[in-house]
């Protein structure tokens, strides 16, 4: 040989060895020092990891009634990819063509595991060169077995399951009773169907679906809390999912040989609200008689107790099914917590609260109301249509005088008038424990005309809420309340977690004025006064009505027929148990005068009336 020839050959063999020993040190890292990487990845195809849905916790009303609860149910799956397996679903196919031989009853387990088997060789060496017939048969033999338990007919069960896919998961049912699951597993079990599985749901459950819907909220089907106290609690109560990671074999079985990992989950919270389930459900059948009655469009009521905040019933219209959802949104708006309007009258009580609480005036003091106009030069006319001239402070309310309430505004002056109007919490959120409220709207524009129509309820927004929690201070002795939905927060063992106290924000007006204005509310209600009709027998009650022209947003202004009426009330009058709002957006009727003290002050009365025997109160009168 050459010595070229011979160089070359050298050449090659150092290559070789080169390569080889490159792919030696190759082998050895993966072997070695990557092996568990690669494991792990090889391991991923045969593993599956099974979420275990924590329970979300328990919601329930001040006297632990359930309103909300996770209830189990479980869903029909199929894998396509199993479906298509000749070689899978061949026990189905001999299973069913041995359960119509005579001695299949007489058979033992053990004999009718070895007959499967043999009869499984047999089907798969038959149909060896057509194994699409095979599974037809197996698909065929399902459908006829699983249809009529599911209450489905045979097509519908087929039409649910895409066998025009390769591979995947679909849900075919939803919501099967754990019950009627056992039954279908043991016999998908006993008739060896292939394909077929059970995974564990648990979804909320609402047994009273129509009853503060807006109040509760509801979950997504990912278990999240999308609206309401579900919403506002969410990280509360939804706990932490749990997970099981378990090795199947490539027909889908389980592999006990190898041993999987485990997570138990960790259960949300119990939250138990404020709410009276029983009041509010007085609240929602009043408020849907009054809606039907005078044809309102929007409307809510609110009902809470004046010396702790805690909101008792909450009713908004129009609302939907929490359990269906299926009008979520188009009247998923809370109006009780979200709306804002101008609330005309009703808020009179600012001006006739702040012009007591300075001493500049009390019950009896007159007040020149101009005879139905008054115009001071700076400001618009200011007219009324209960022309009267000098009267006192207390029928200036009666009769819901415009002038008299600007008069009364003017005597506090208008810097310190719109302090007393921000320290009564409107122009802010009362950050109630639910998510989405709005704050209203409330300025000191330094202008006369707008400070005379505040003074009567005109150019200030509100949410129903904040009238609620203004009418509170006056029931509880001049102390403007934190407004309390949440009670406690524990657990299922009985732990508490959190609970929440009544917390004054600040005192408003003395003892002596909200006892003042008790008494001038009182005379609202009186046969001269404008809400005659909501005068509860037995009871000596207070309140304020309120009518207010809709602004029209188009050609600026104010309707003329369109009208937002309501009434804000408390019973007794000499210590209140409780005070309600009620708020009729845009009545339709044209059988009844548009009017706080026809409309809105009829339901407040039925409300009451029902509610002071629901709380056992002594009548007194």
């Not at 129009?318 to 109006?335: A, C, D, E, I, S």
Request: glycine residues 8%; positive net charge.
């Amino acid at each position: 040989m050459d010595k070229s020839a011979q160089r070359r050959c050298i050449i090659l063999c150092l290559l070789l060895i080169s390569g080889l020993s490159a792919l030696s040190g190759r082998l050895v890292y993966l072997q070695v020092f990557d092996r568990a990487r690669y494991a792990e990845t090889a391991g991923n195809s045969y593993r599956r990891k099974a979420v275990i849905q924590a329970n979300r916790g328990v919601l329930l009303d001040r006297n632990e009634e359930i309103i909300a609860s996770t209830v189990i149910s479980k869903s029909v799956v199929v894998d396509v990819q199993h479906l298509k397996e000749a070689a899978h679903v061949a026990k189905g196919v001999a299973c069913s063509q041995l359960r119509d031989e005579p001695e299949w009853k007489t058979w033992t387990a053990k004999q009718k595991h070895s007959k499967i088997n043999a009869r499984v060789r047999k089907l798969l060496d038959e149909y060896s060169d057509n194994p699409v017939a095979l599974v037809d048969m197996h698909f065929d033999y399902a459908i006829e077995q699983l249809a009529r338990p599911l209450g489905l007919s045979q097509e519908e069960l087929k039409s649910k399951i895409p066998m025009n896919r390769k591979s995947g998961e679909r849900v075919v049912y939803q919501g099967l009773p754990t019950e009627l699951a056992v039954r279908l597993e043991r016999l998908i079990k006993e008739r060896r169907i292939k394909g077929f599985f059970f995974r564990e749901e648990k979804r909320r459950w609402y047994p009273a679906p129509e009853l503060a819907s807006h109040l509760v909220g509801y979950v997504s089907r990912s278990g999240k809390g999308m609206a309401g106290v579900e919403a506002s609690m969410n990280k509360w109560m939804e706990g932490t999912n749990g997970y099981e990671v378990e090795m199947r074999d490539i027909r889908g079985d389980v592999m006990p040989a190898h041993k999987g990992s485990f997570r138990p989950p960790n259960n949300g919270l119990n939250v138990q609200l404020t709410l009276d389930m029983g009041i509010q459900a007085i609240c929602e059948e009043e408020l849907d008689r009054g809606m039907e009655e005078f044809e309102g469009v929007k409307g809510c009521v609110i009902l809470m107790n004046p010396h702790t905040g805690e909101i008792l019933g909450m009713a908004s219209r129009p609302h939907y099914n929490l359990n269906l959802r299926q009008k979520v949104v188009t009247n998923g708006f809370n109006f009780a917590l979200q709306a804002i309007y101008e609330p005309g009258s009703t808020f009179k009580v600012i001006a006739a609260s702040a012009a007591i609480n300075e001493g500049l005036v009390n019950s009896e003091t007159l007040i020149d109301c101009h005879n139905g106009y008054y115009k001071d030069g700076r400001a618009m006319a200011v007219r009324d249509s209960y022309p009267k001239g000098i009267i006192p402070l207390w029928k200036v309310l009666q009769k819901s005088n415009n002038i008299g309430s600007y008069m009364l505004a003017k005597k506090v002056g208008a810097d310190s008038y719109y302090k007393y109007a921000e320290a009564f919490g409107f122009g802010v959120k009362t950050n109630v424990q639910l998510a989405g409220e709005s704050k209203g709207l409330l300025k000191n524009t330094n202008n006369a005309t707008d400070f005379s129509r505040v003074a009567y309820g005109y150019g200030v927004s509100v949410t129903p809420l904040q009238i609620a929690n203004t009418y509170c201070v006056i029931a509880n002795g001049g102390k403007l309340m934190q407004p309390r939905i949440i009670k406690k927060i524990d657990t299922n063992s009985g732990l508490l977690i959190e609970e929440f106290q009544p917390e004054i924000i600040r005192r408003v007006l003395s003892e002596g004025a909200s006892r003042q204005m008790r008494q001038v509310l009182q005379t609202v209600v009186q046969p001269d006064g404008t809400a005659r009709r909501a005068n509860v027998e037995g009871f000596t009650e207070g309140g304020k009505t309120g009518t207010a022209r809709k602004h029209n947003p188009i050609d600026g202004g104010y309707y003329t027929d369109k009208h937002t009426v309501s009434f804000a009330g408390m019973l007794p009058a000499e210590n209140p148990a409780f005070v309600c709002v009620v708020v009729v957006d845009d009545p339709q009727t044209t059988n009844v005068k548009h009017g706080g003290g026809s409309m809105a002050a009829p339901i407040w009365k039925r409300i009451a009336e029902r509610t002071a025997a629901h709380m056992h109160l002594t009548p007194t009168e």
